[in-house]
């Protein structure tokens, strides 16, 4: 496990190039374990010990002290996501023109059409089927009545699109990605997905390198406990867990981070419809326990 002053010597060598994203990473995540985390360390404990303060900032107390975060590192994969996101939005603004044979081939092959059935008569798309009556559809547009329903290939699918995108006849998500996701997409969603694939095996390591400096300097900043204070175990408990910190009204009660104070110090009329919501909510939450849907 590296210490903090590790990381932000991986973070410096990778931020000017003295070492690749891949040993990077590779230092980083050696002997990673999420079980194992940071506060374990002994480096951890001997920089928290010089930081935090002889009483608790919320209420003053001096039993069982911690250091507590006001936020948390986000997680590598979502700066990934977003930094994939932006730069899947920039190629596409810069490759409006896509290669349409290629794109076909890449639908034909990555994607299992379900066509929609089509009226024969109006090529209107609400045909219903019908149970028990002969002729087996009704076309729920102009009323014709037939057995056998038309379709449209994919191929007509792909060149309606390229005349017009935004053509009723090519709106359906009726192409499923033959990977495991099984995702089910319109012919808009499979560009968009194809562009981003190419946005990303254009700049890989770029992207990754990006993310990974995000999040080196996220999990820094939460290692130098910049933004924690010292609190009780029981105020830390109410902020963690409740999502509660103490009324600076009467620094008596604790109140909700989204309220400015706690219901006893709010006026009269506010309180009344507080403790009238709060009754509402216990007896919704003592149904759905008898009904065994807590
Ligand atoms: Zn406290
Ligand atoms: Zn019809
Ligand atoms: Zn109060």
Known sequence: MLTYNDIITLRDKLANGEIDLESAQAQYW??????????HTKDWKERK???????????GSKETLTLQHRSHPKSYSEYLREIKRSYT???????????????????????????????????????????????????????HEFDEAVYRSAIEMISI????????????????????????HNLSNVRYWYQR??????????IGKEAFLL?????????SFEDTITACKKCAFNYDINR???????????????????????????????????????????????????
Request: glycine residues 2%.
């Open 89 to 143: 939005n920039e190629y596409i603004e810069n490759n409006s023109e896509i290669d349409k044979s290629k794109f076909r081939d890449h639908i034909l092959e990555n994607y299992d059409y379900m066509p929609t059935p089509l009226c024969p008569s109006c090529m209107g798309k609400n045909p219903n089927i019908r149970v028990s009556k002969i002729p087996r559809y009704r076309c729920g547009d102009c009323k």
């Open 161 to 184: 699109f390229y005349e017009d995108e935004d053509a009723y006849e090519v709106r359906d998500k009726c192409f499923v990605s033959k990977d495991k996701w099984e995702n089910i």
């Open 244 to 294: 509660m910190e103490l009324c600076p009204e009467c620094k008596q009660y604790y109140k909700g981070l989204q309220y400015p104070t706690c219901i006893q110090c709010l006026p009269d009329e506010k309180r009344k419809a507080a403790i009238e919501s709060i009754g509402f909510a216990k007896e919704m939450r003592e149904i759905h326990k008898r009904l065994g849907i807590d």
């Open 215 to 223: 999040y080196l300097n996220d999990t820094i900043k939460y290692l």
């Open 30 to 39: 050696k002997d990673f374990k999420e079980e194992q985390r940071s506060w």
């Open 49 to 59: 010990a010089k930081i935090i303060k002889d009483k608790c900032e919320i209420c």
């Open 197 to 206: 694939q190419q946005a990303i095996n254009k700049d890989a390591e770029k």
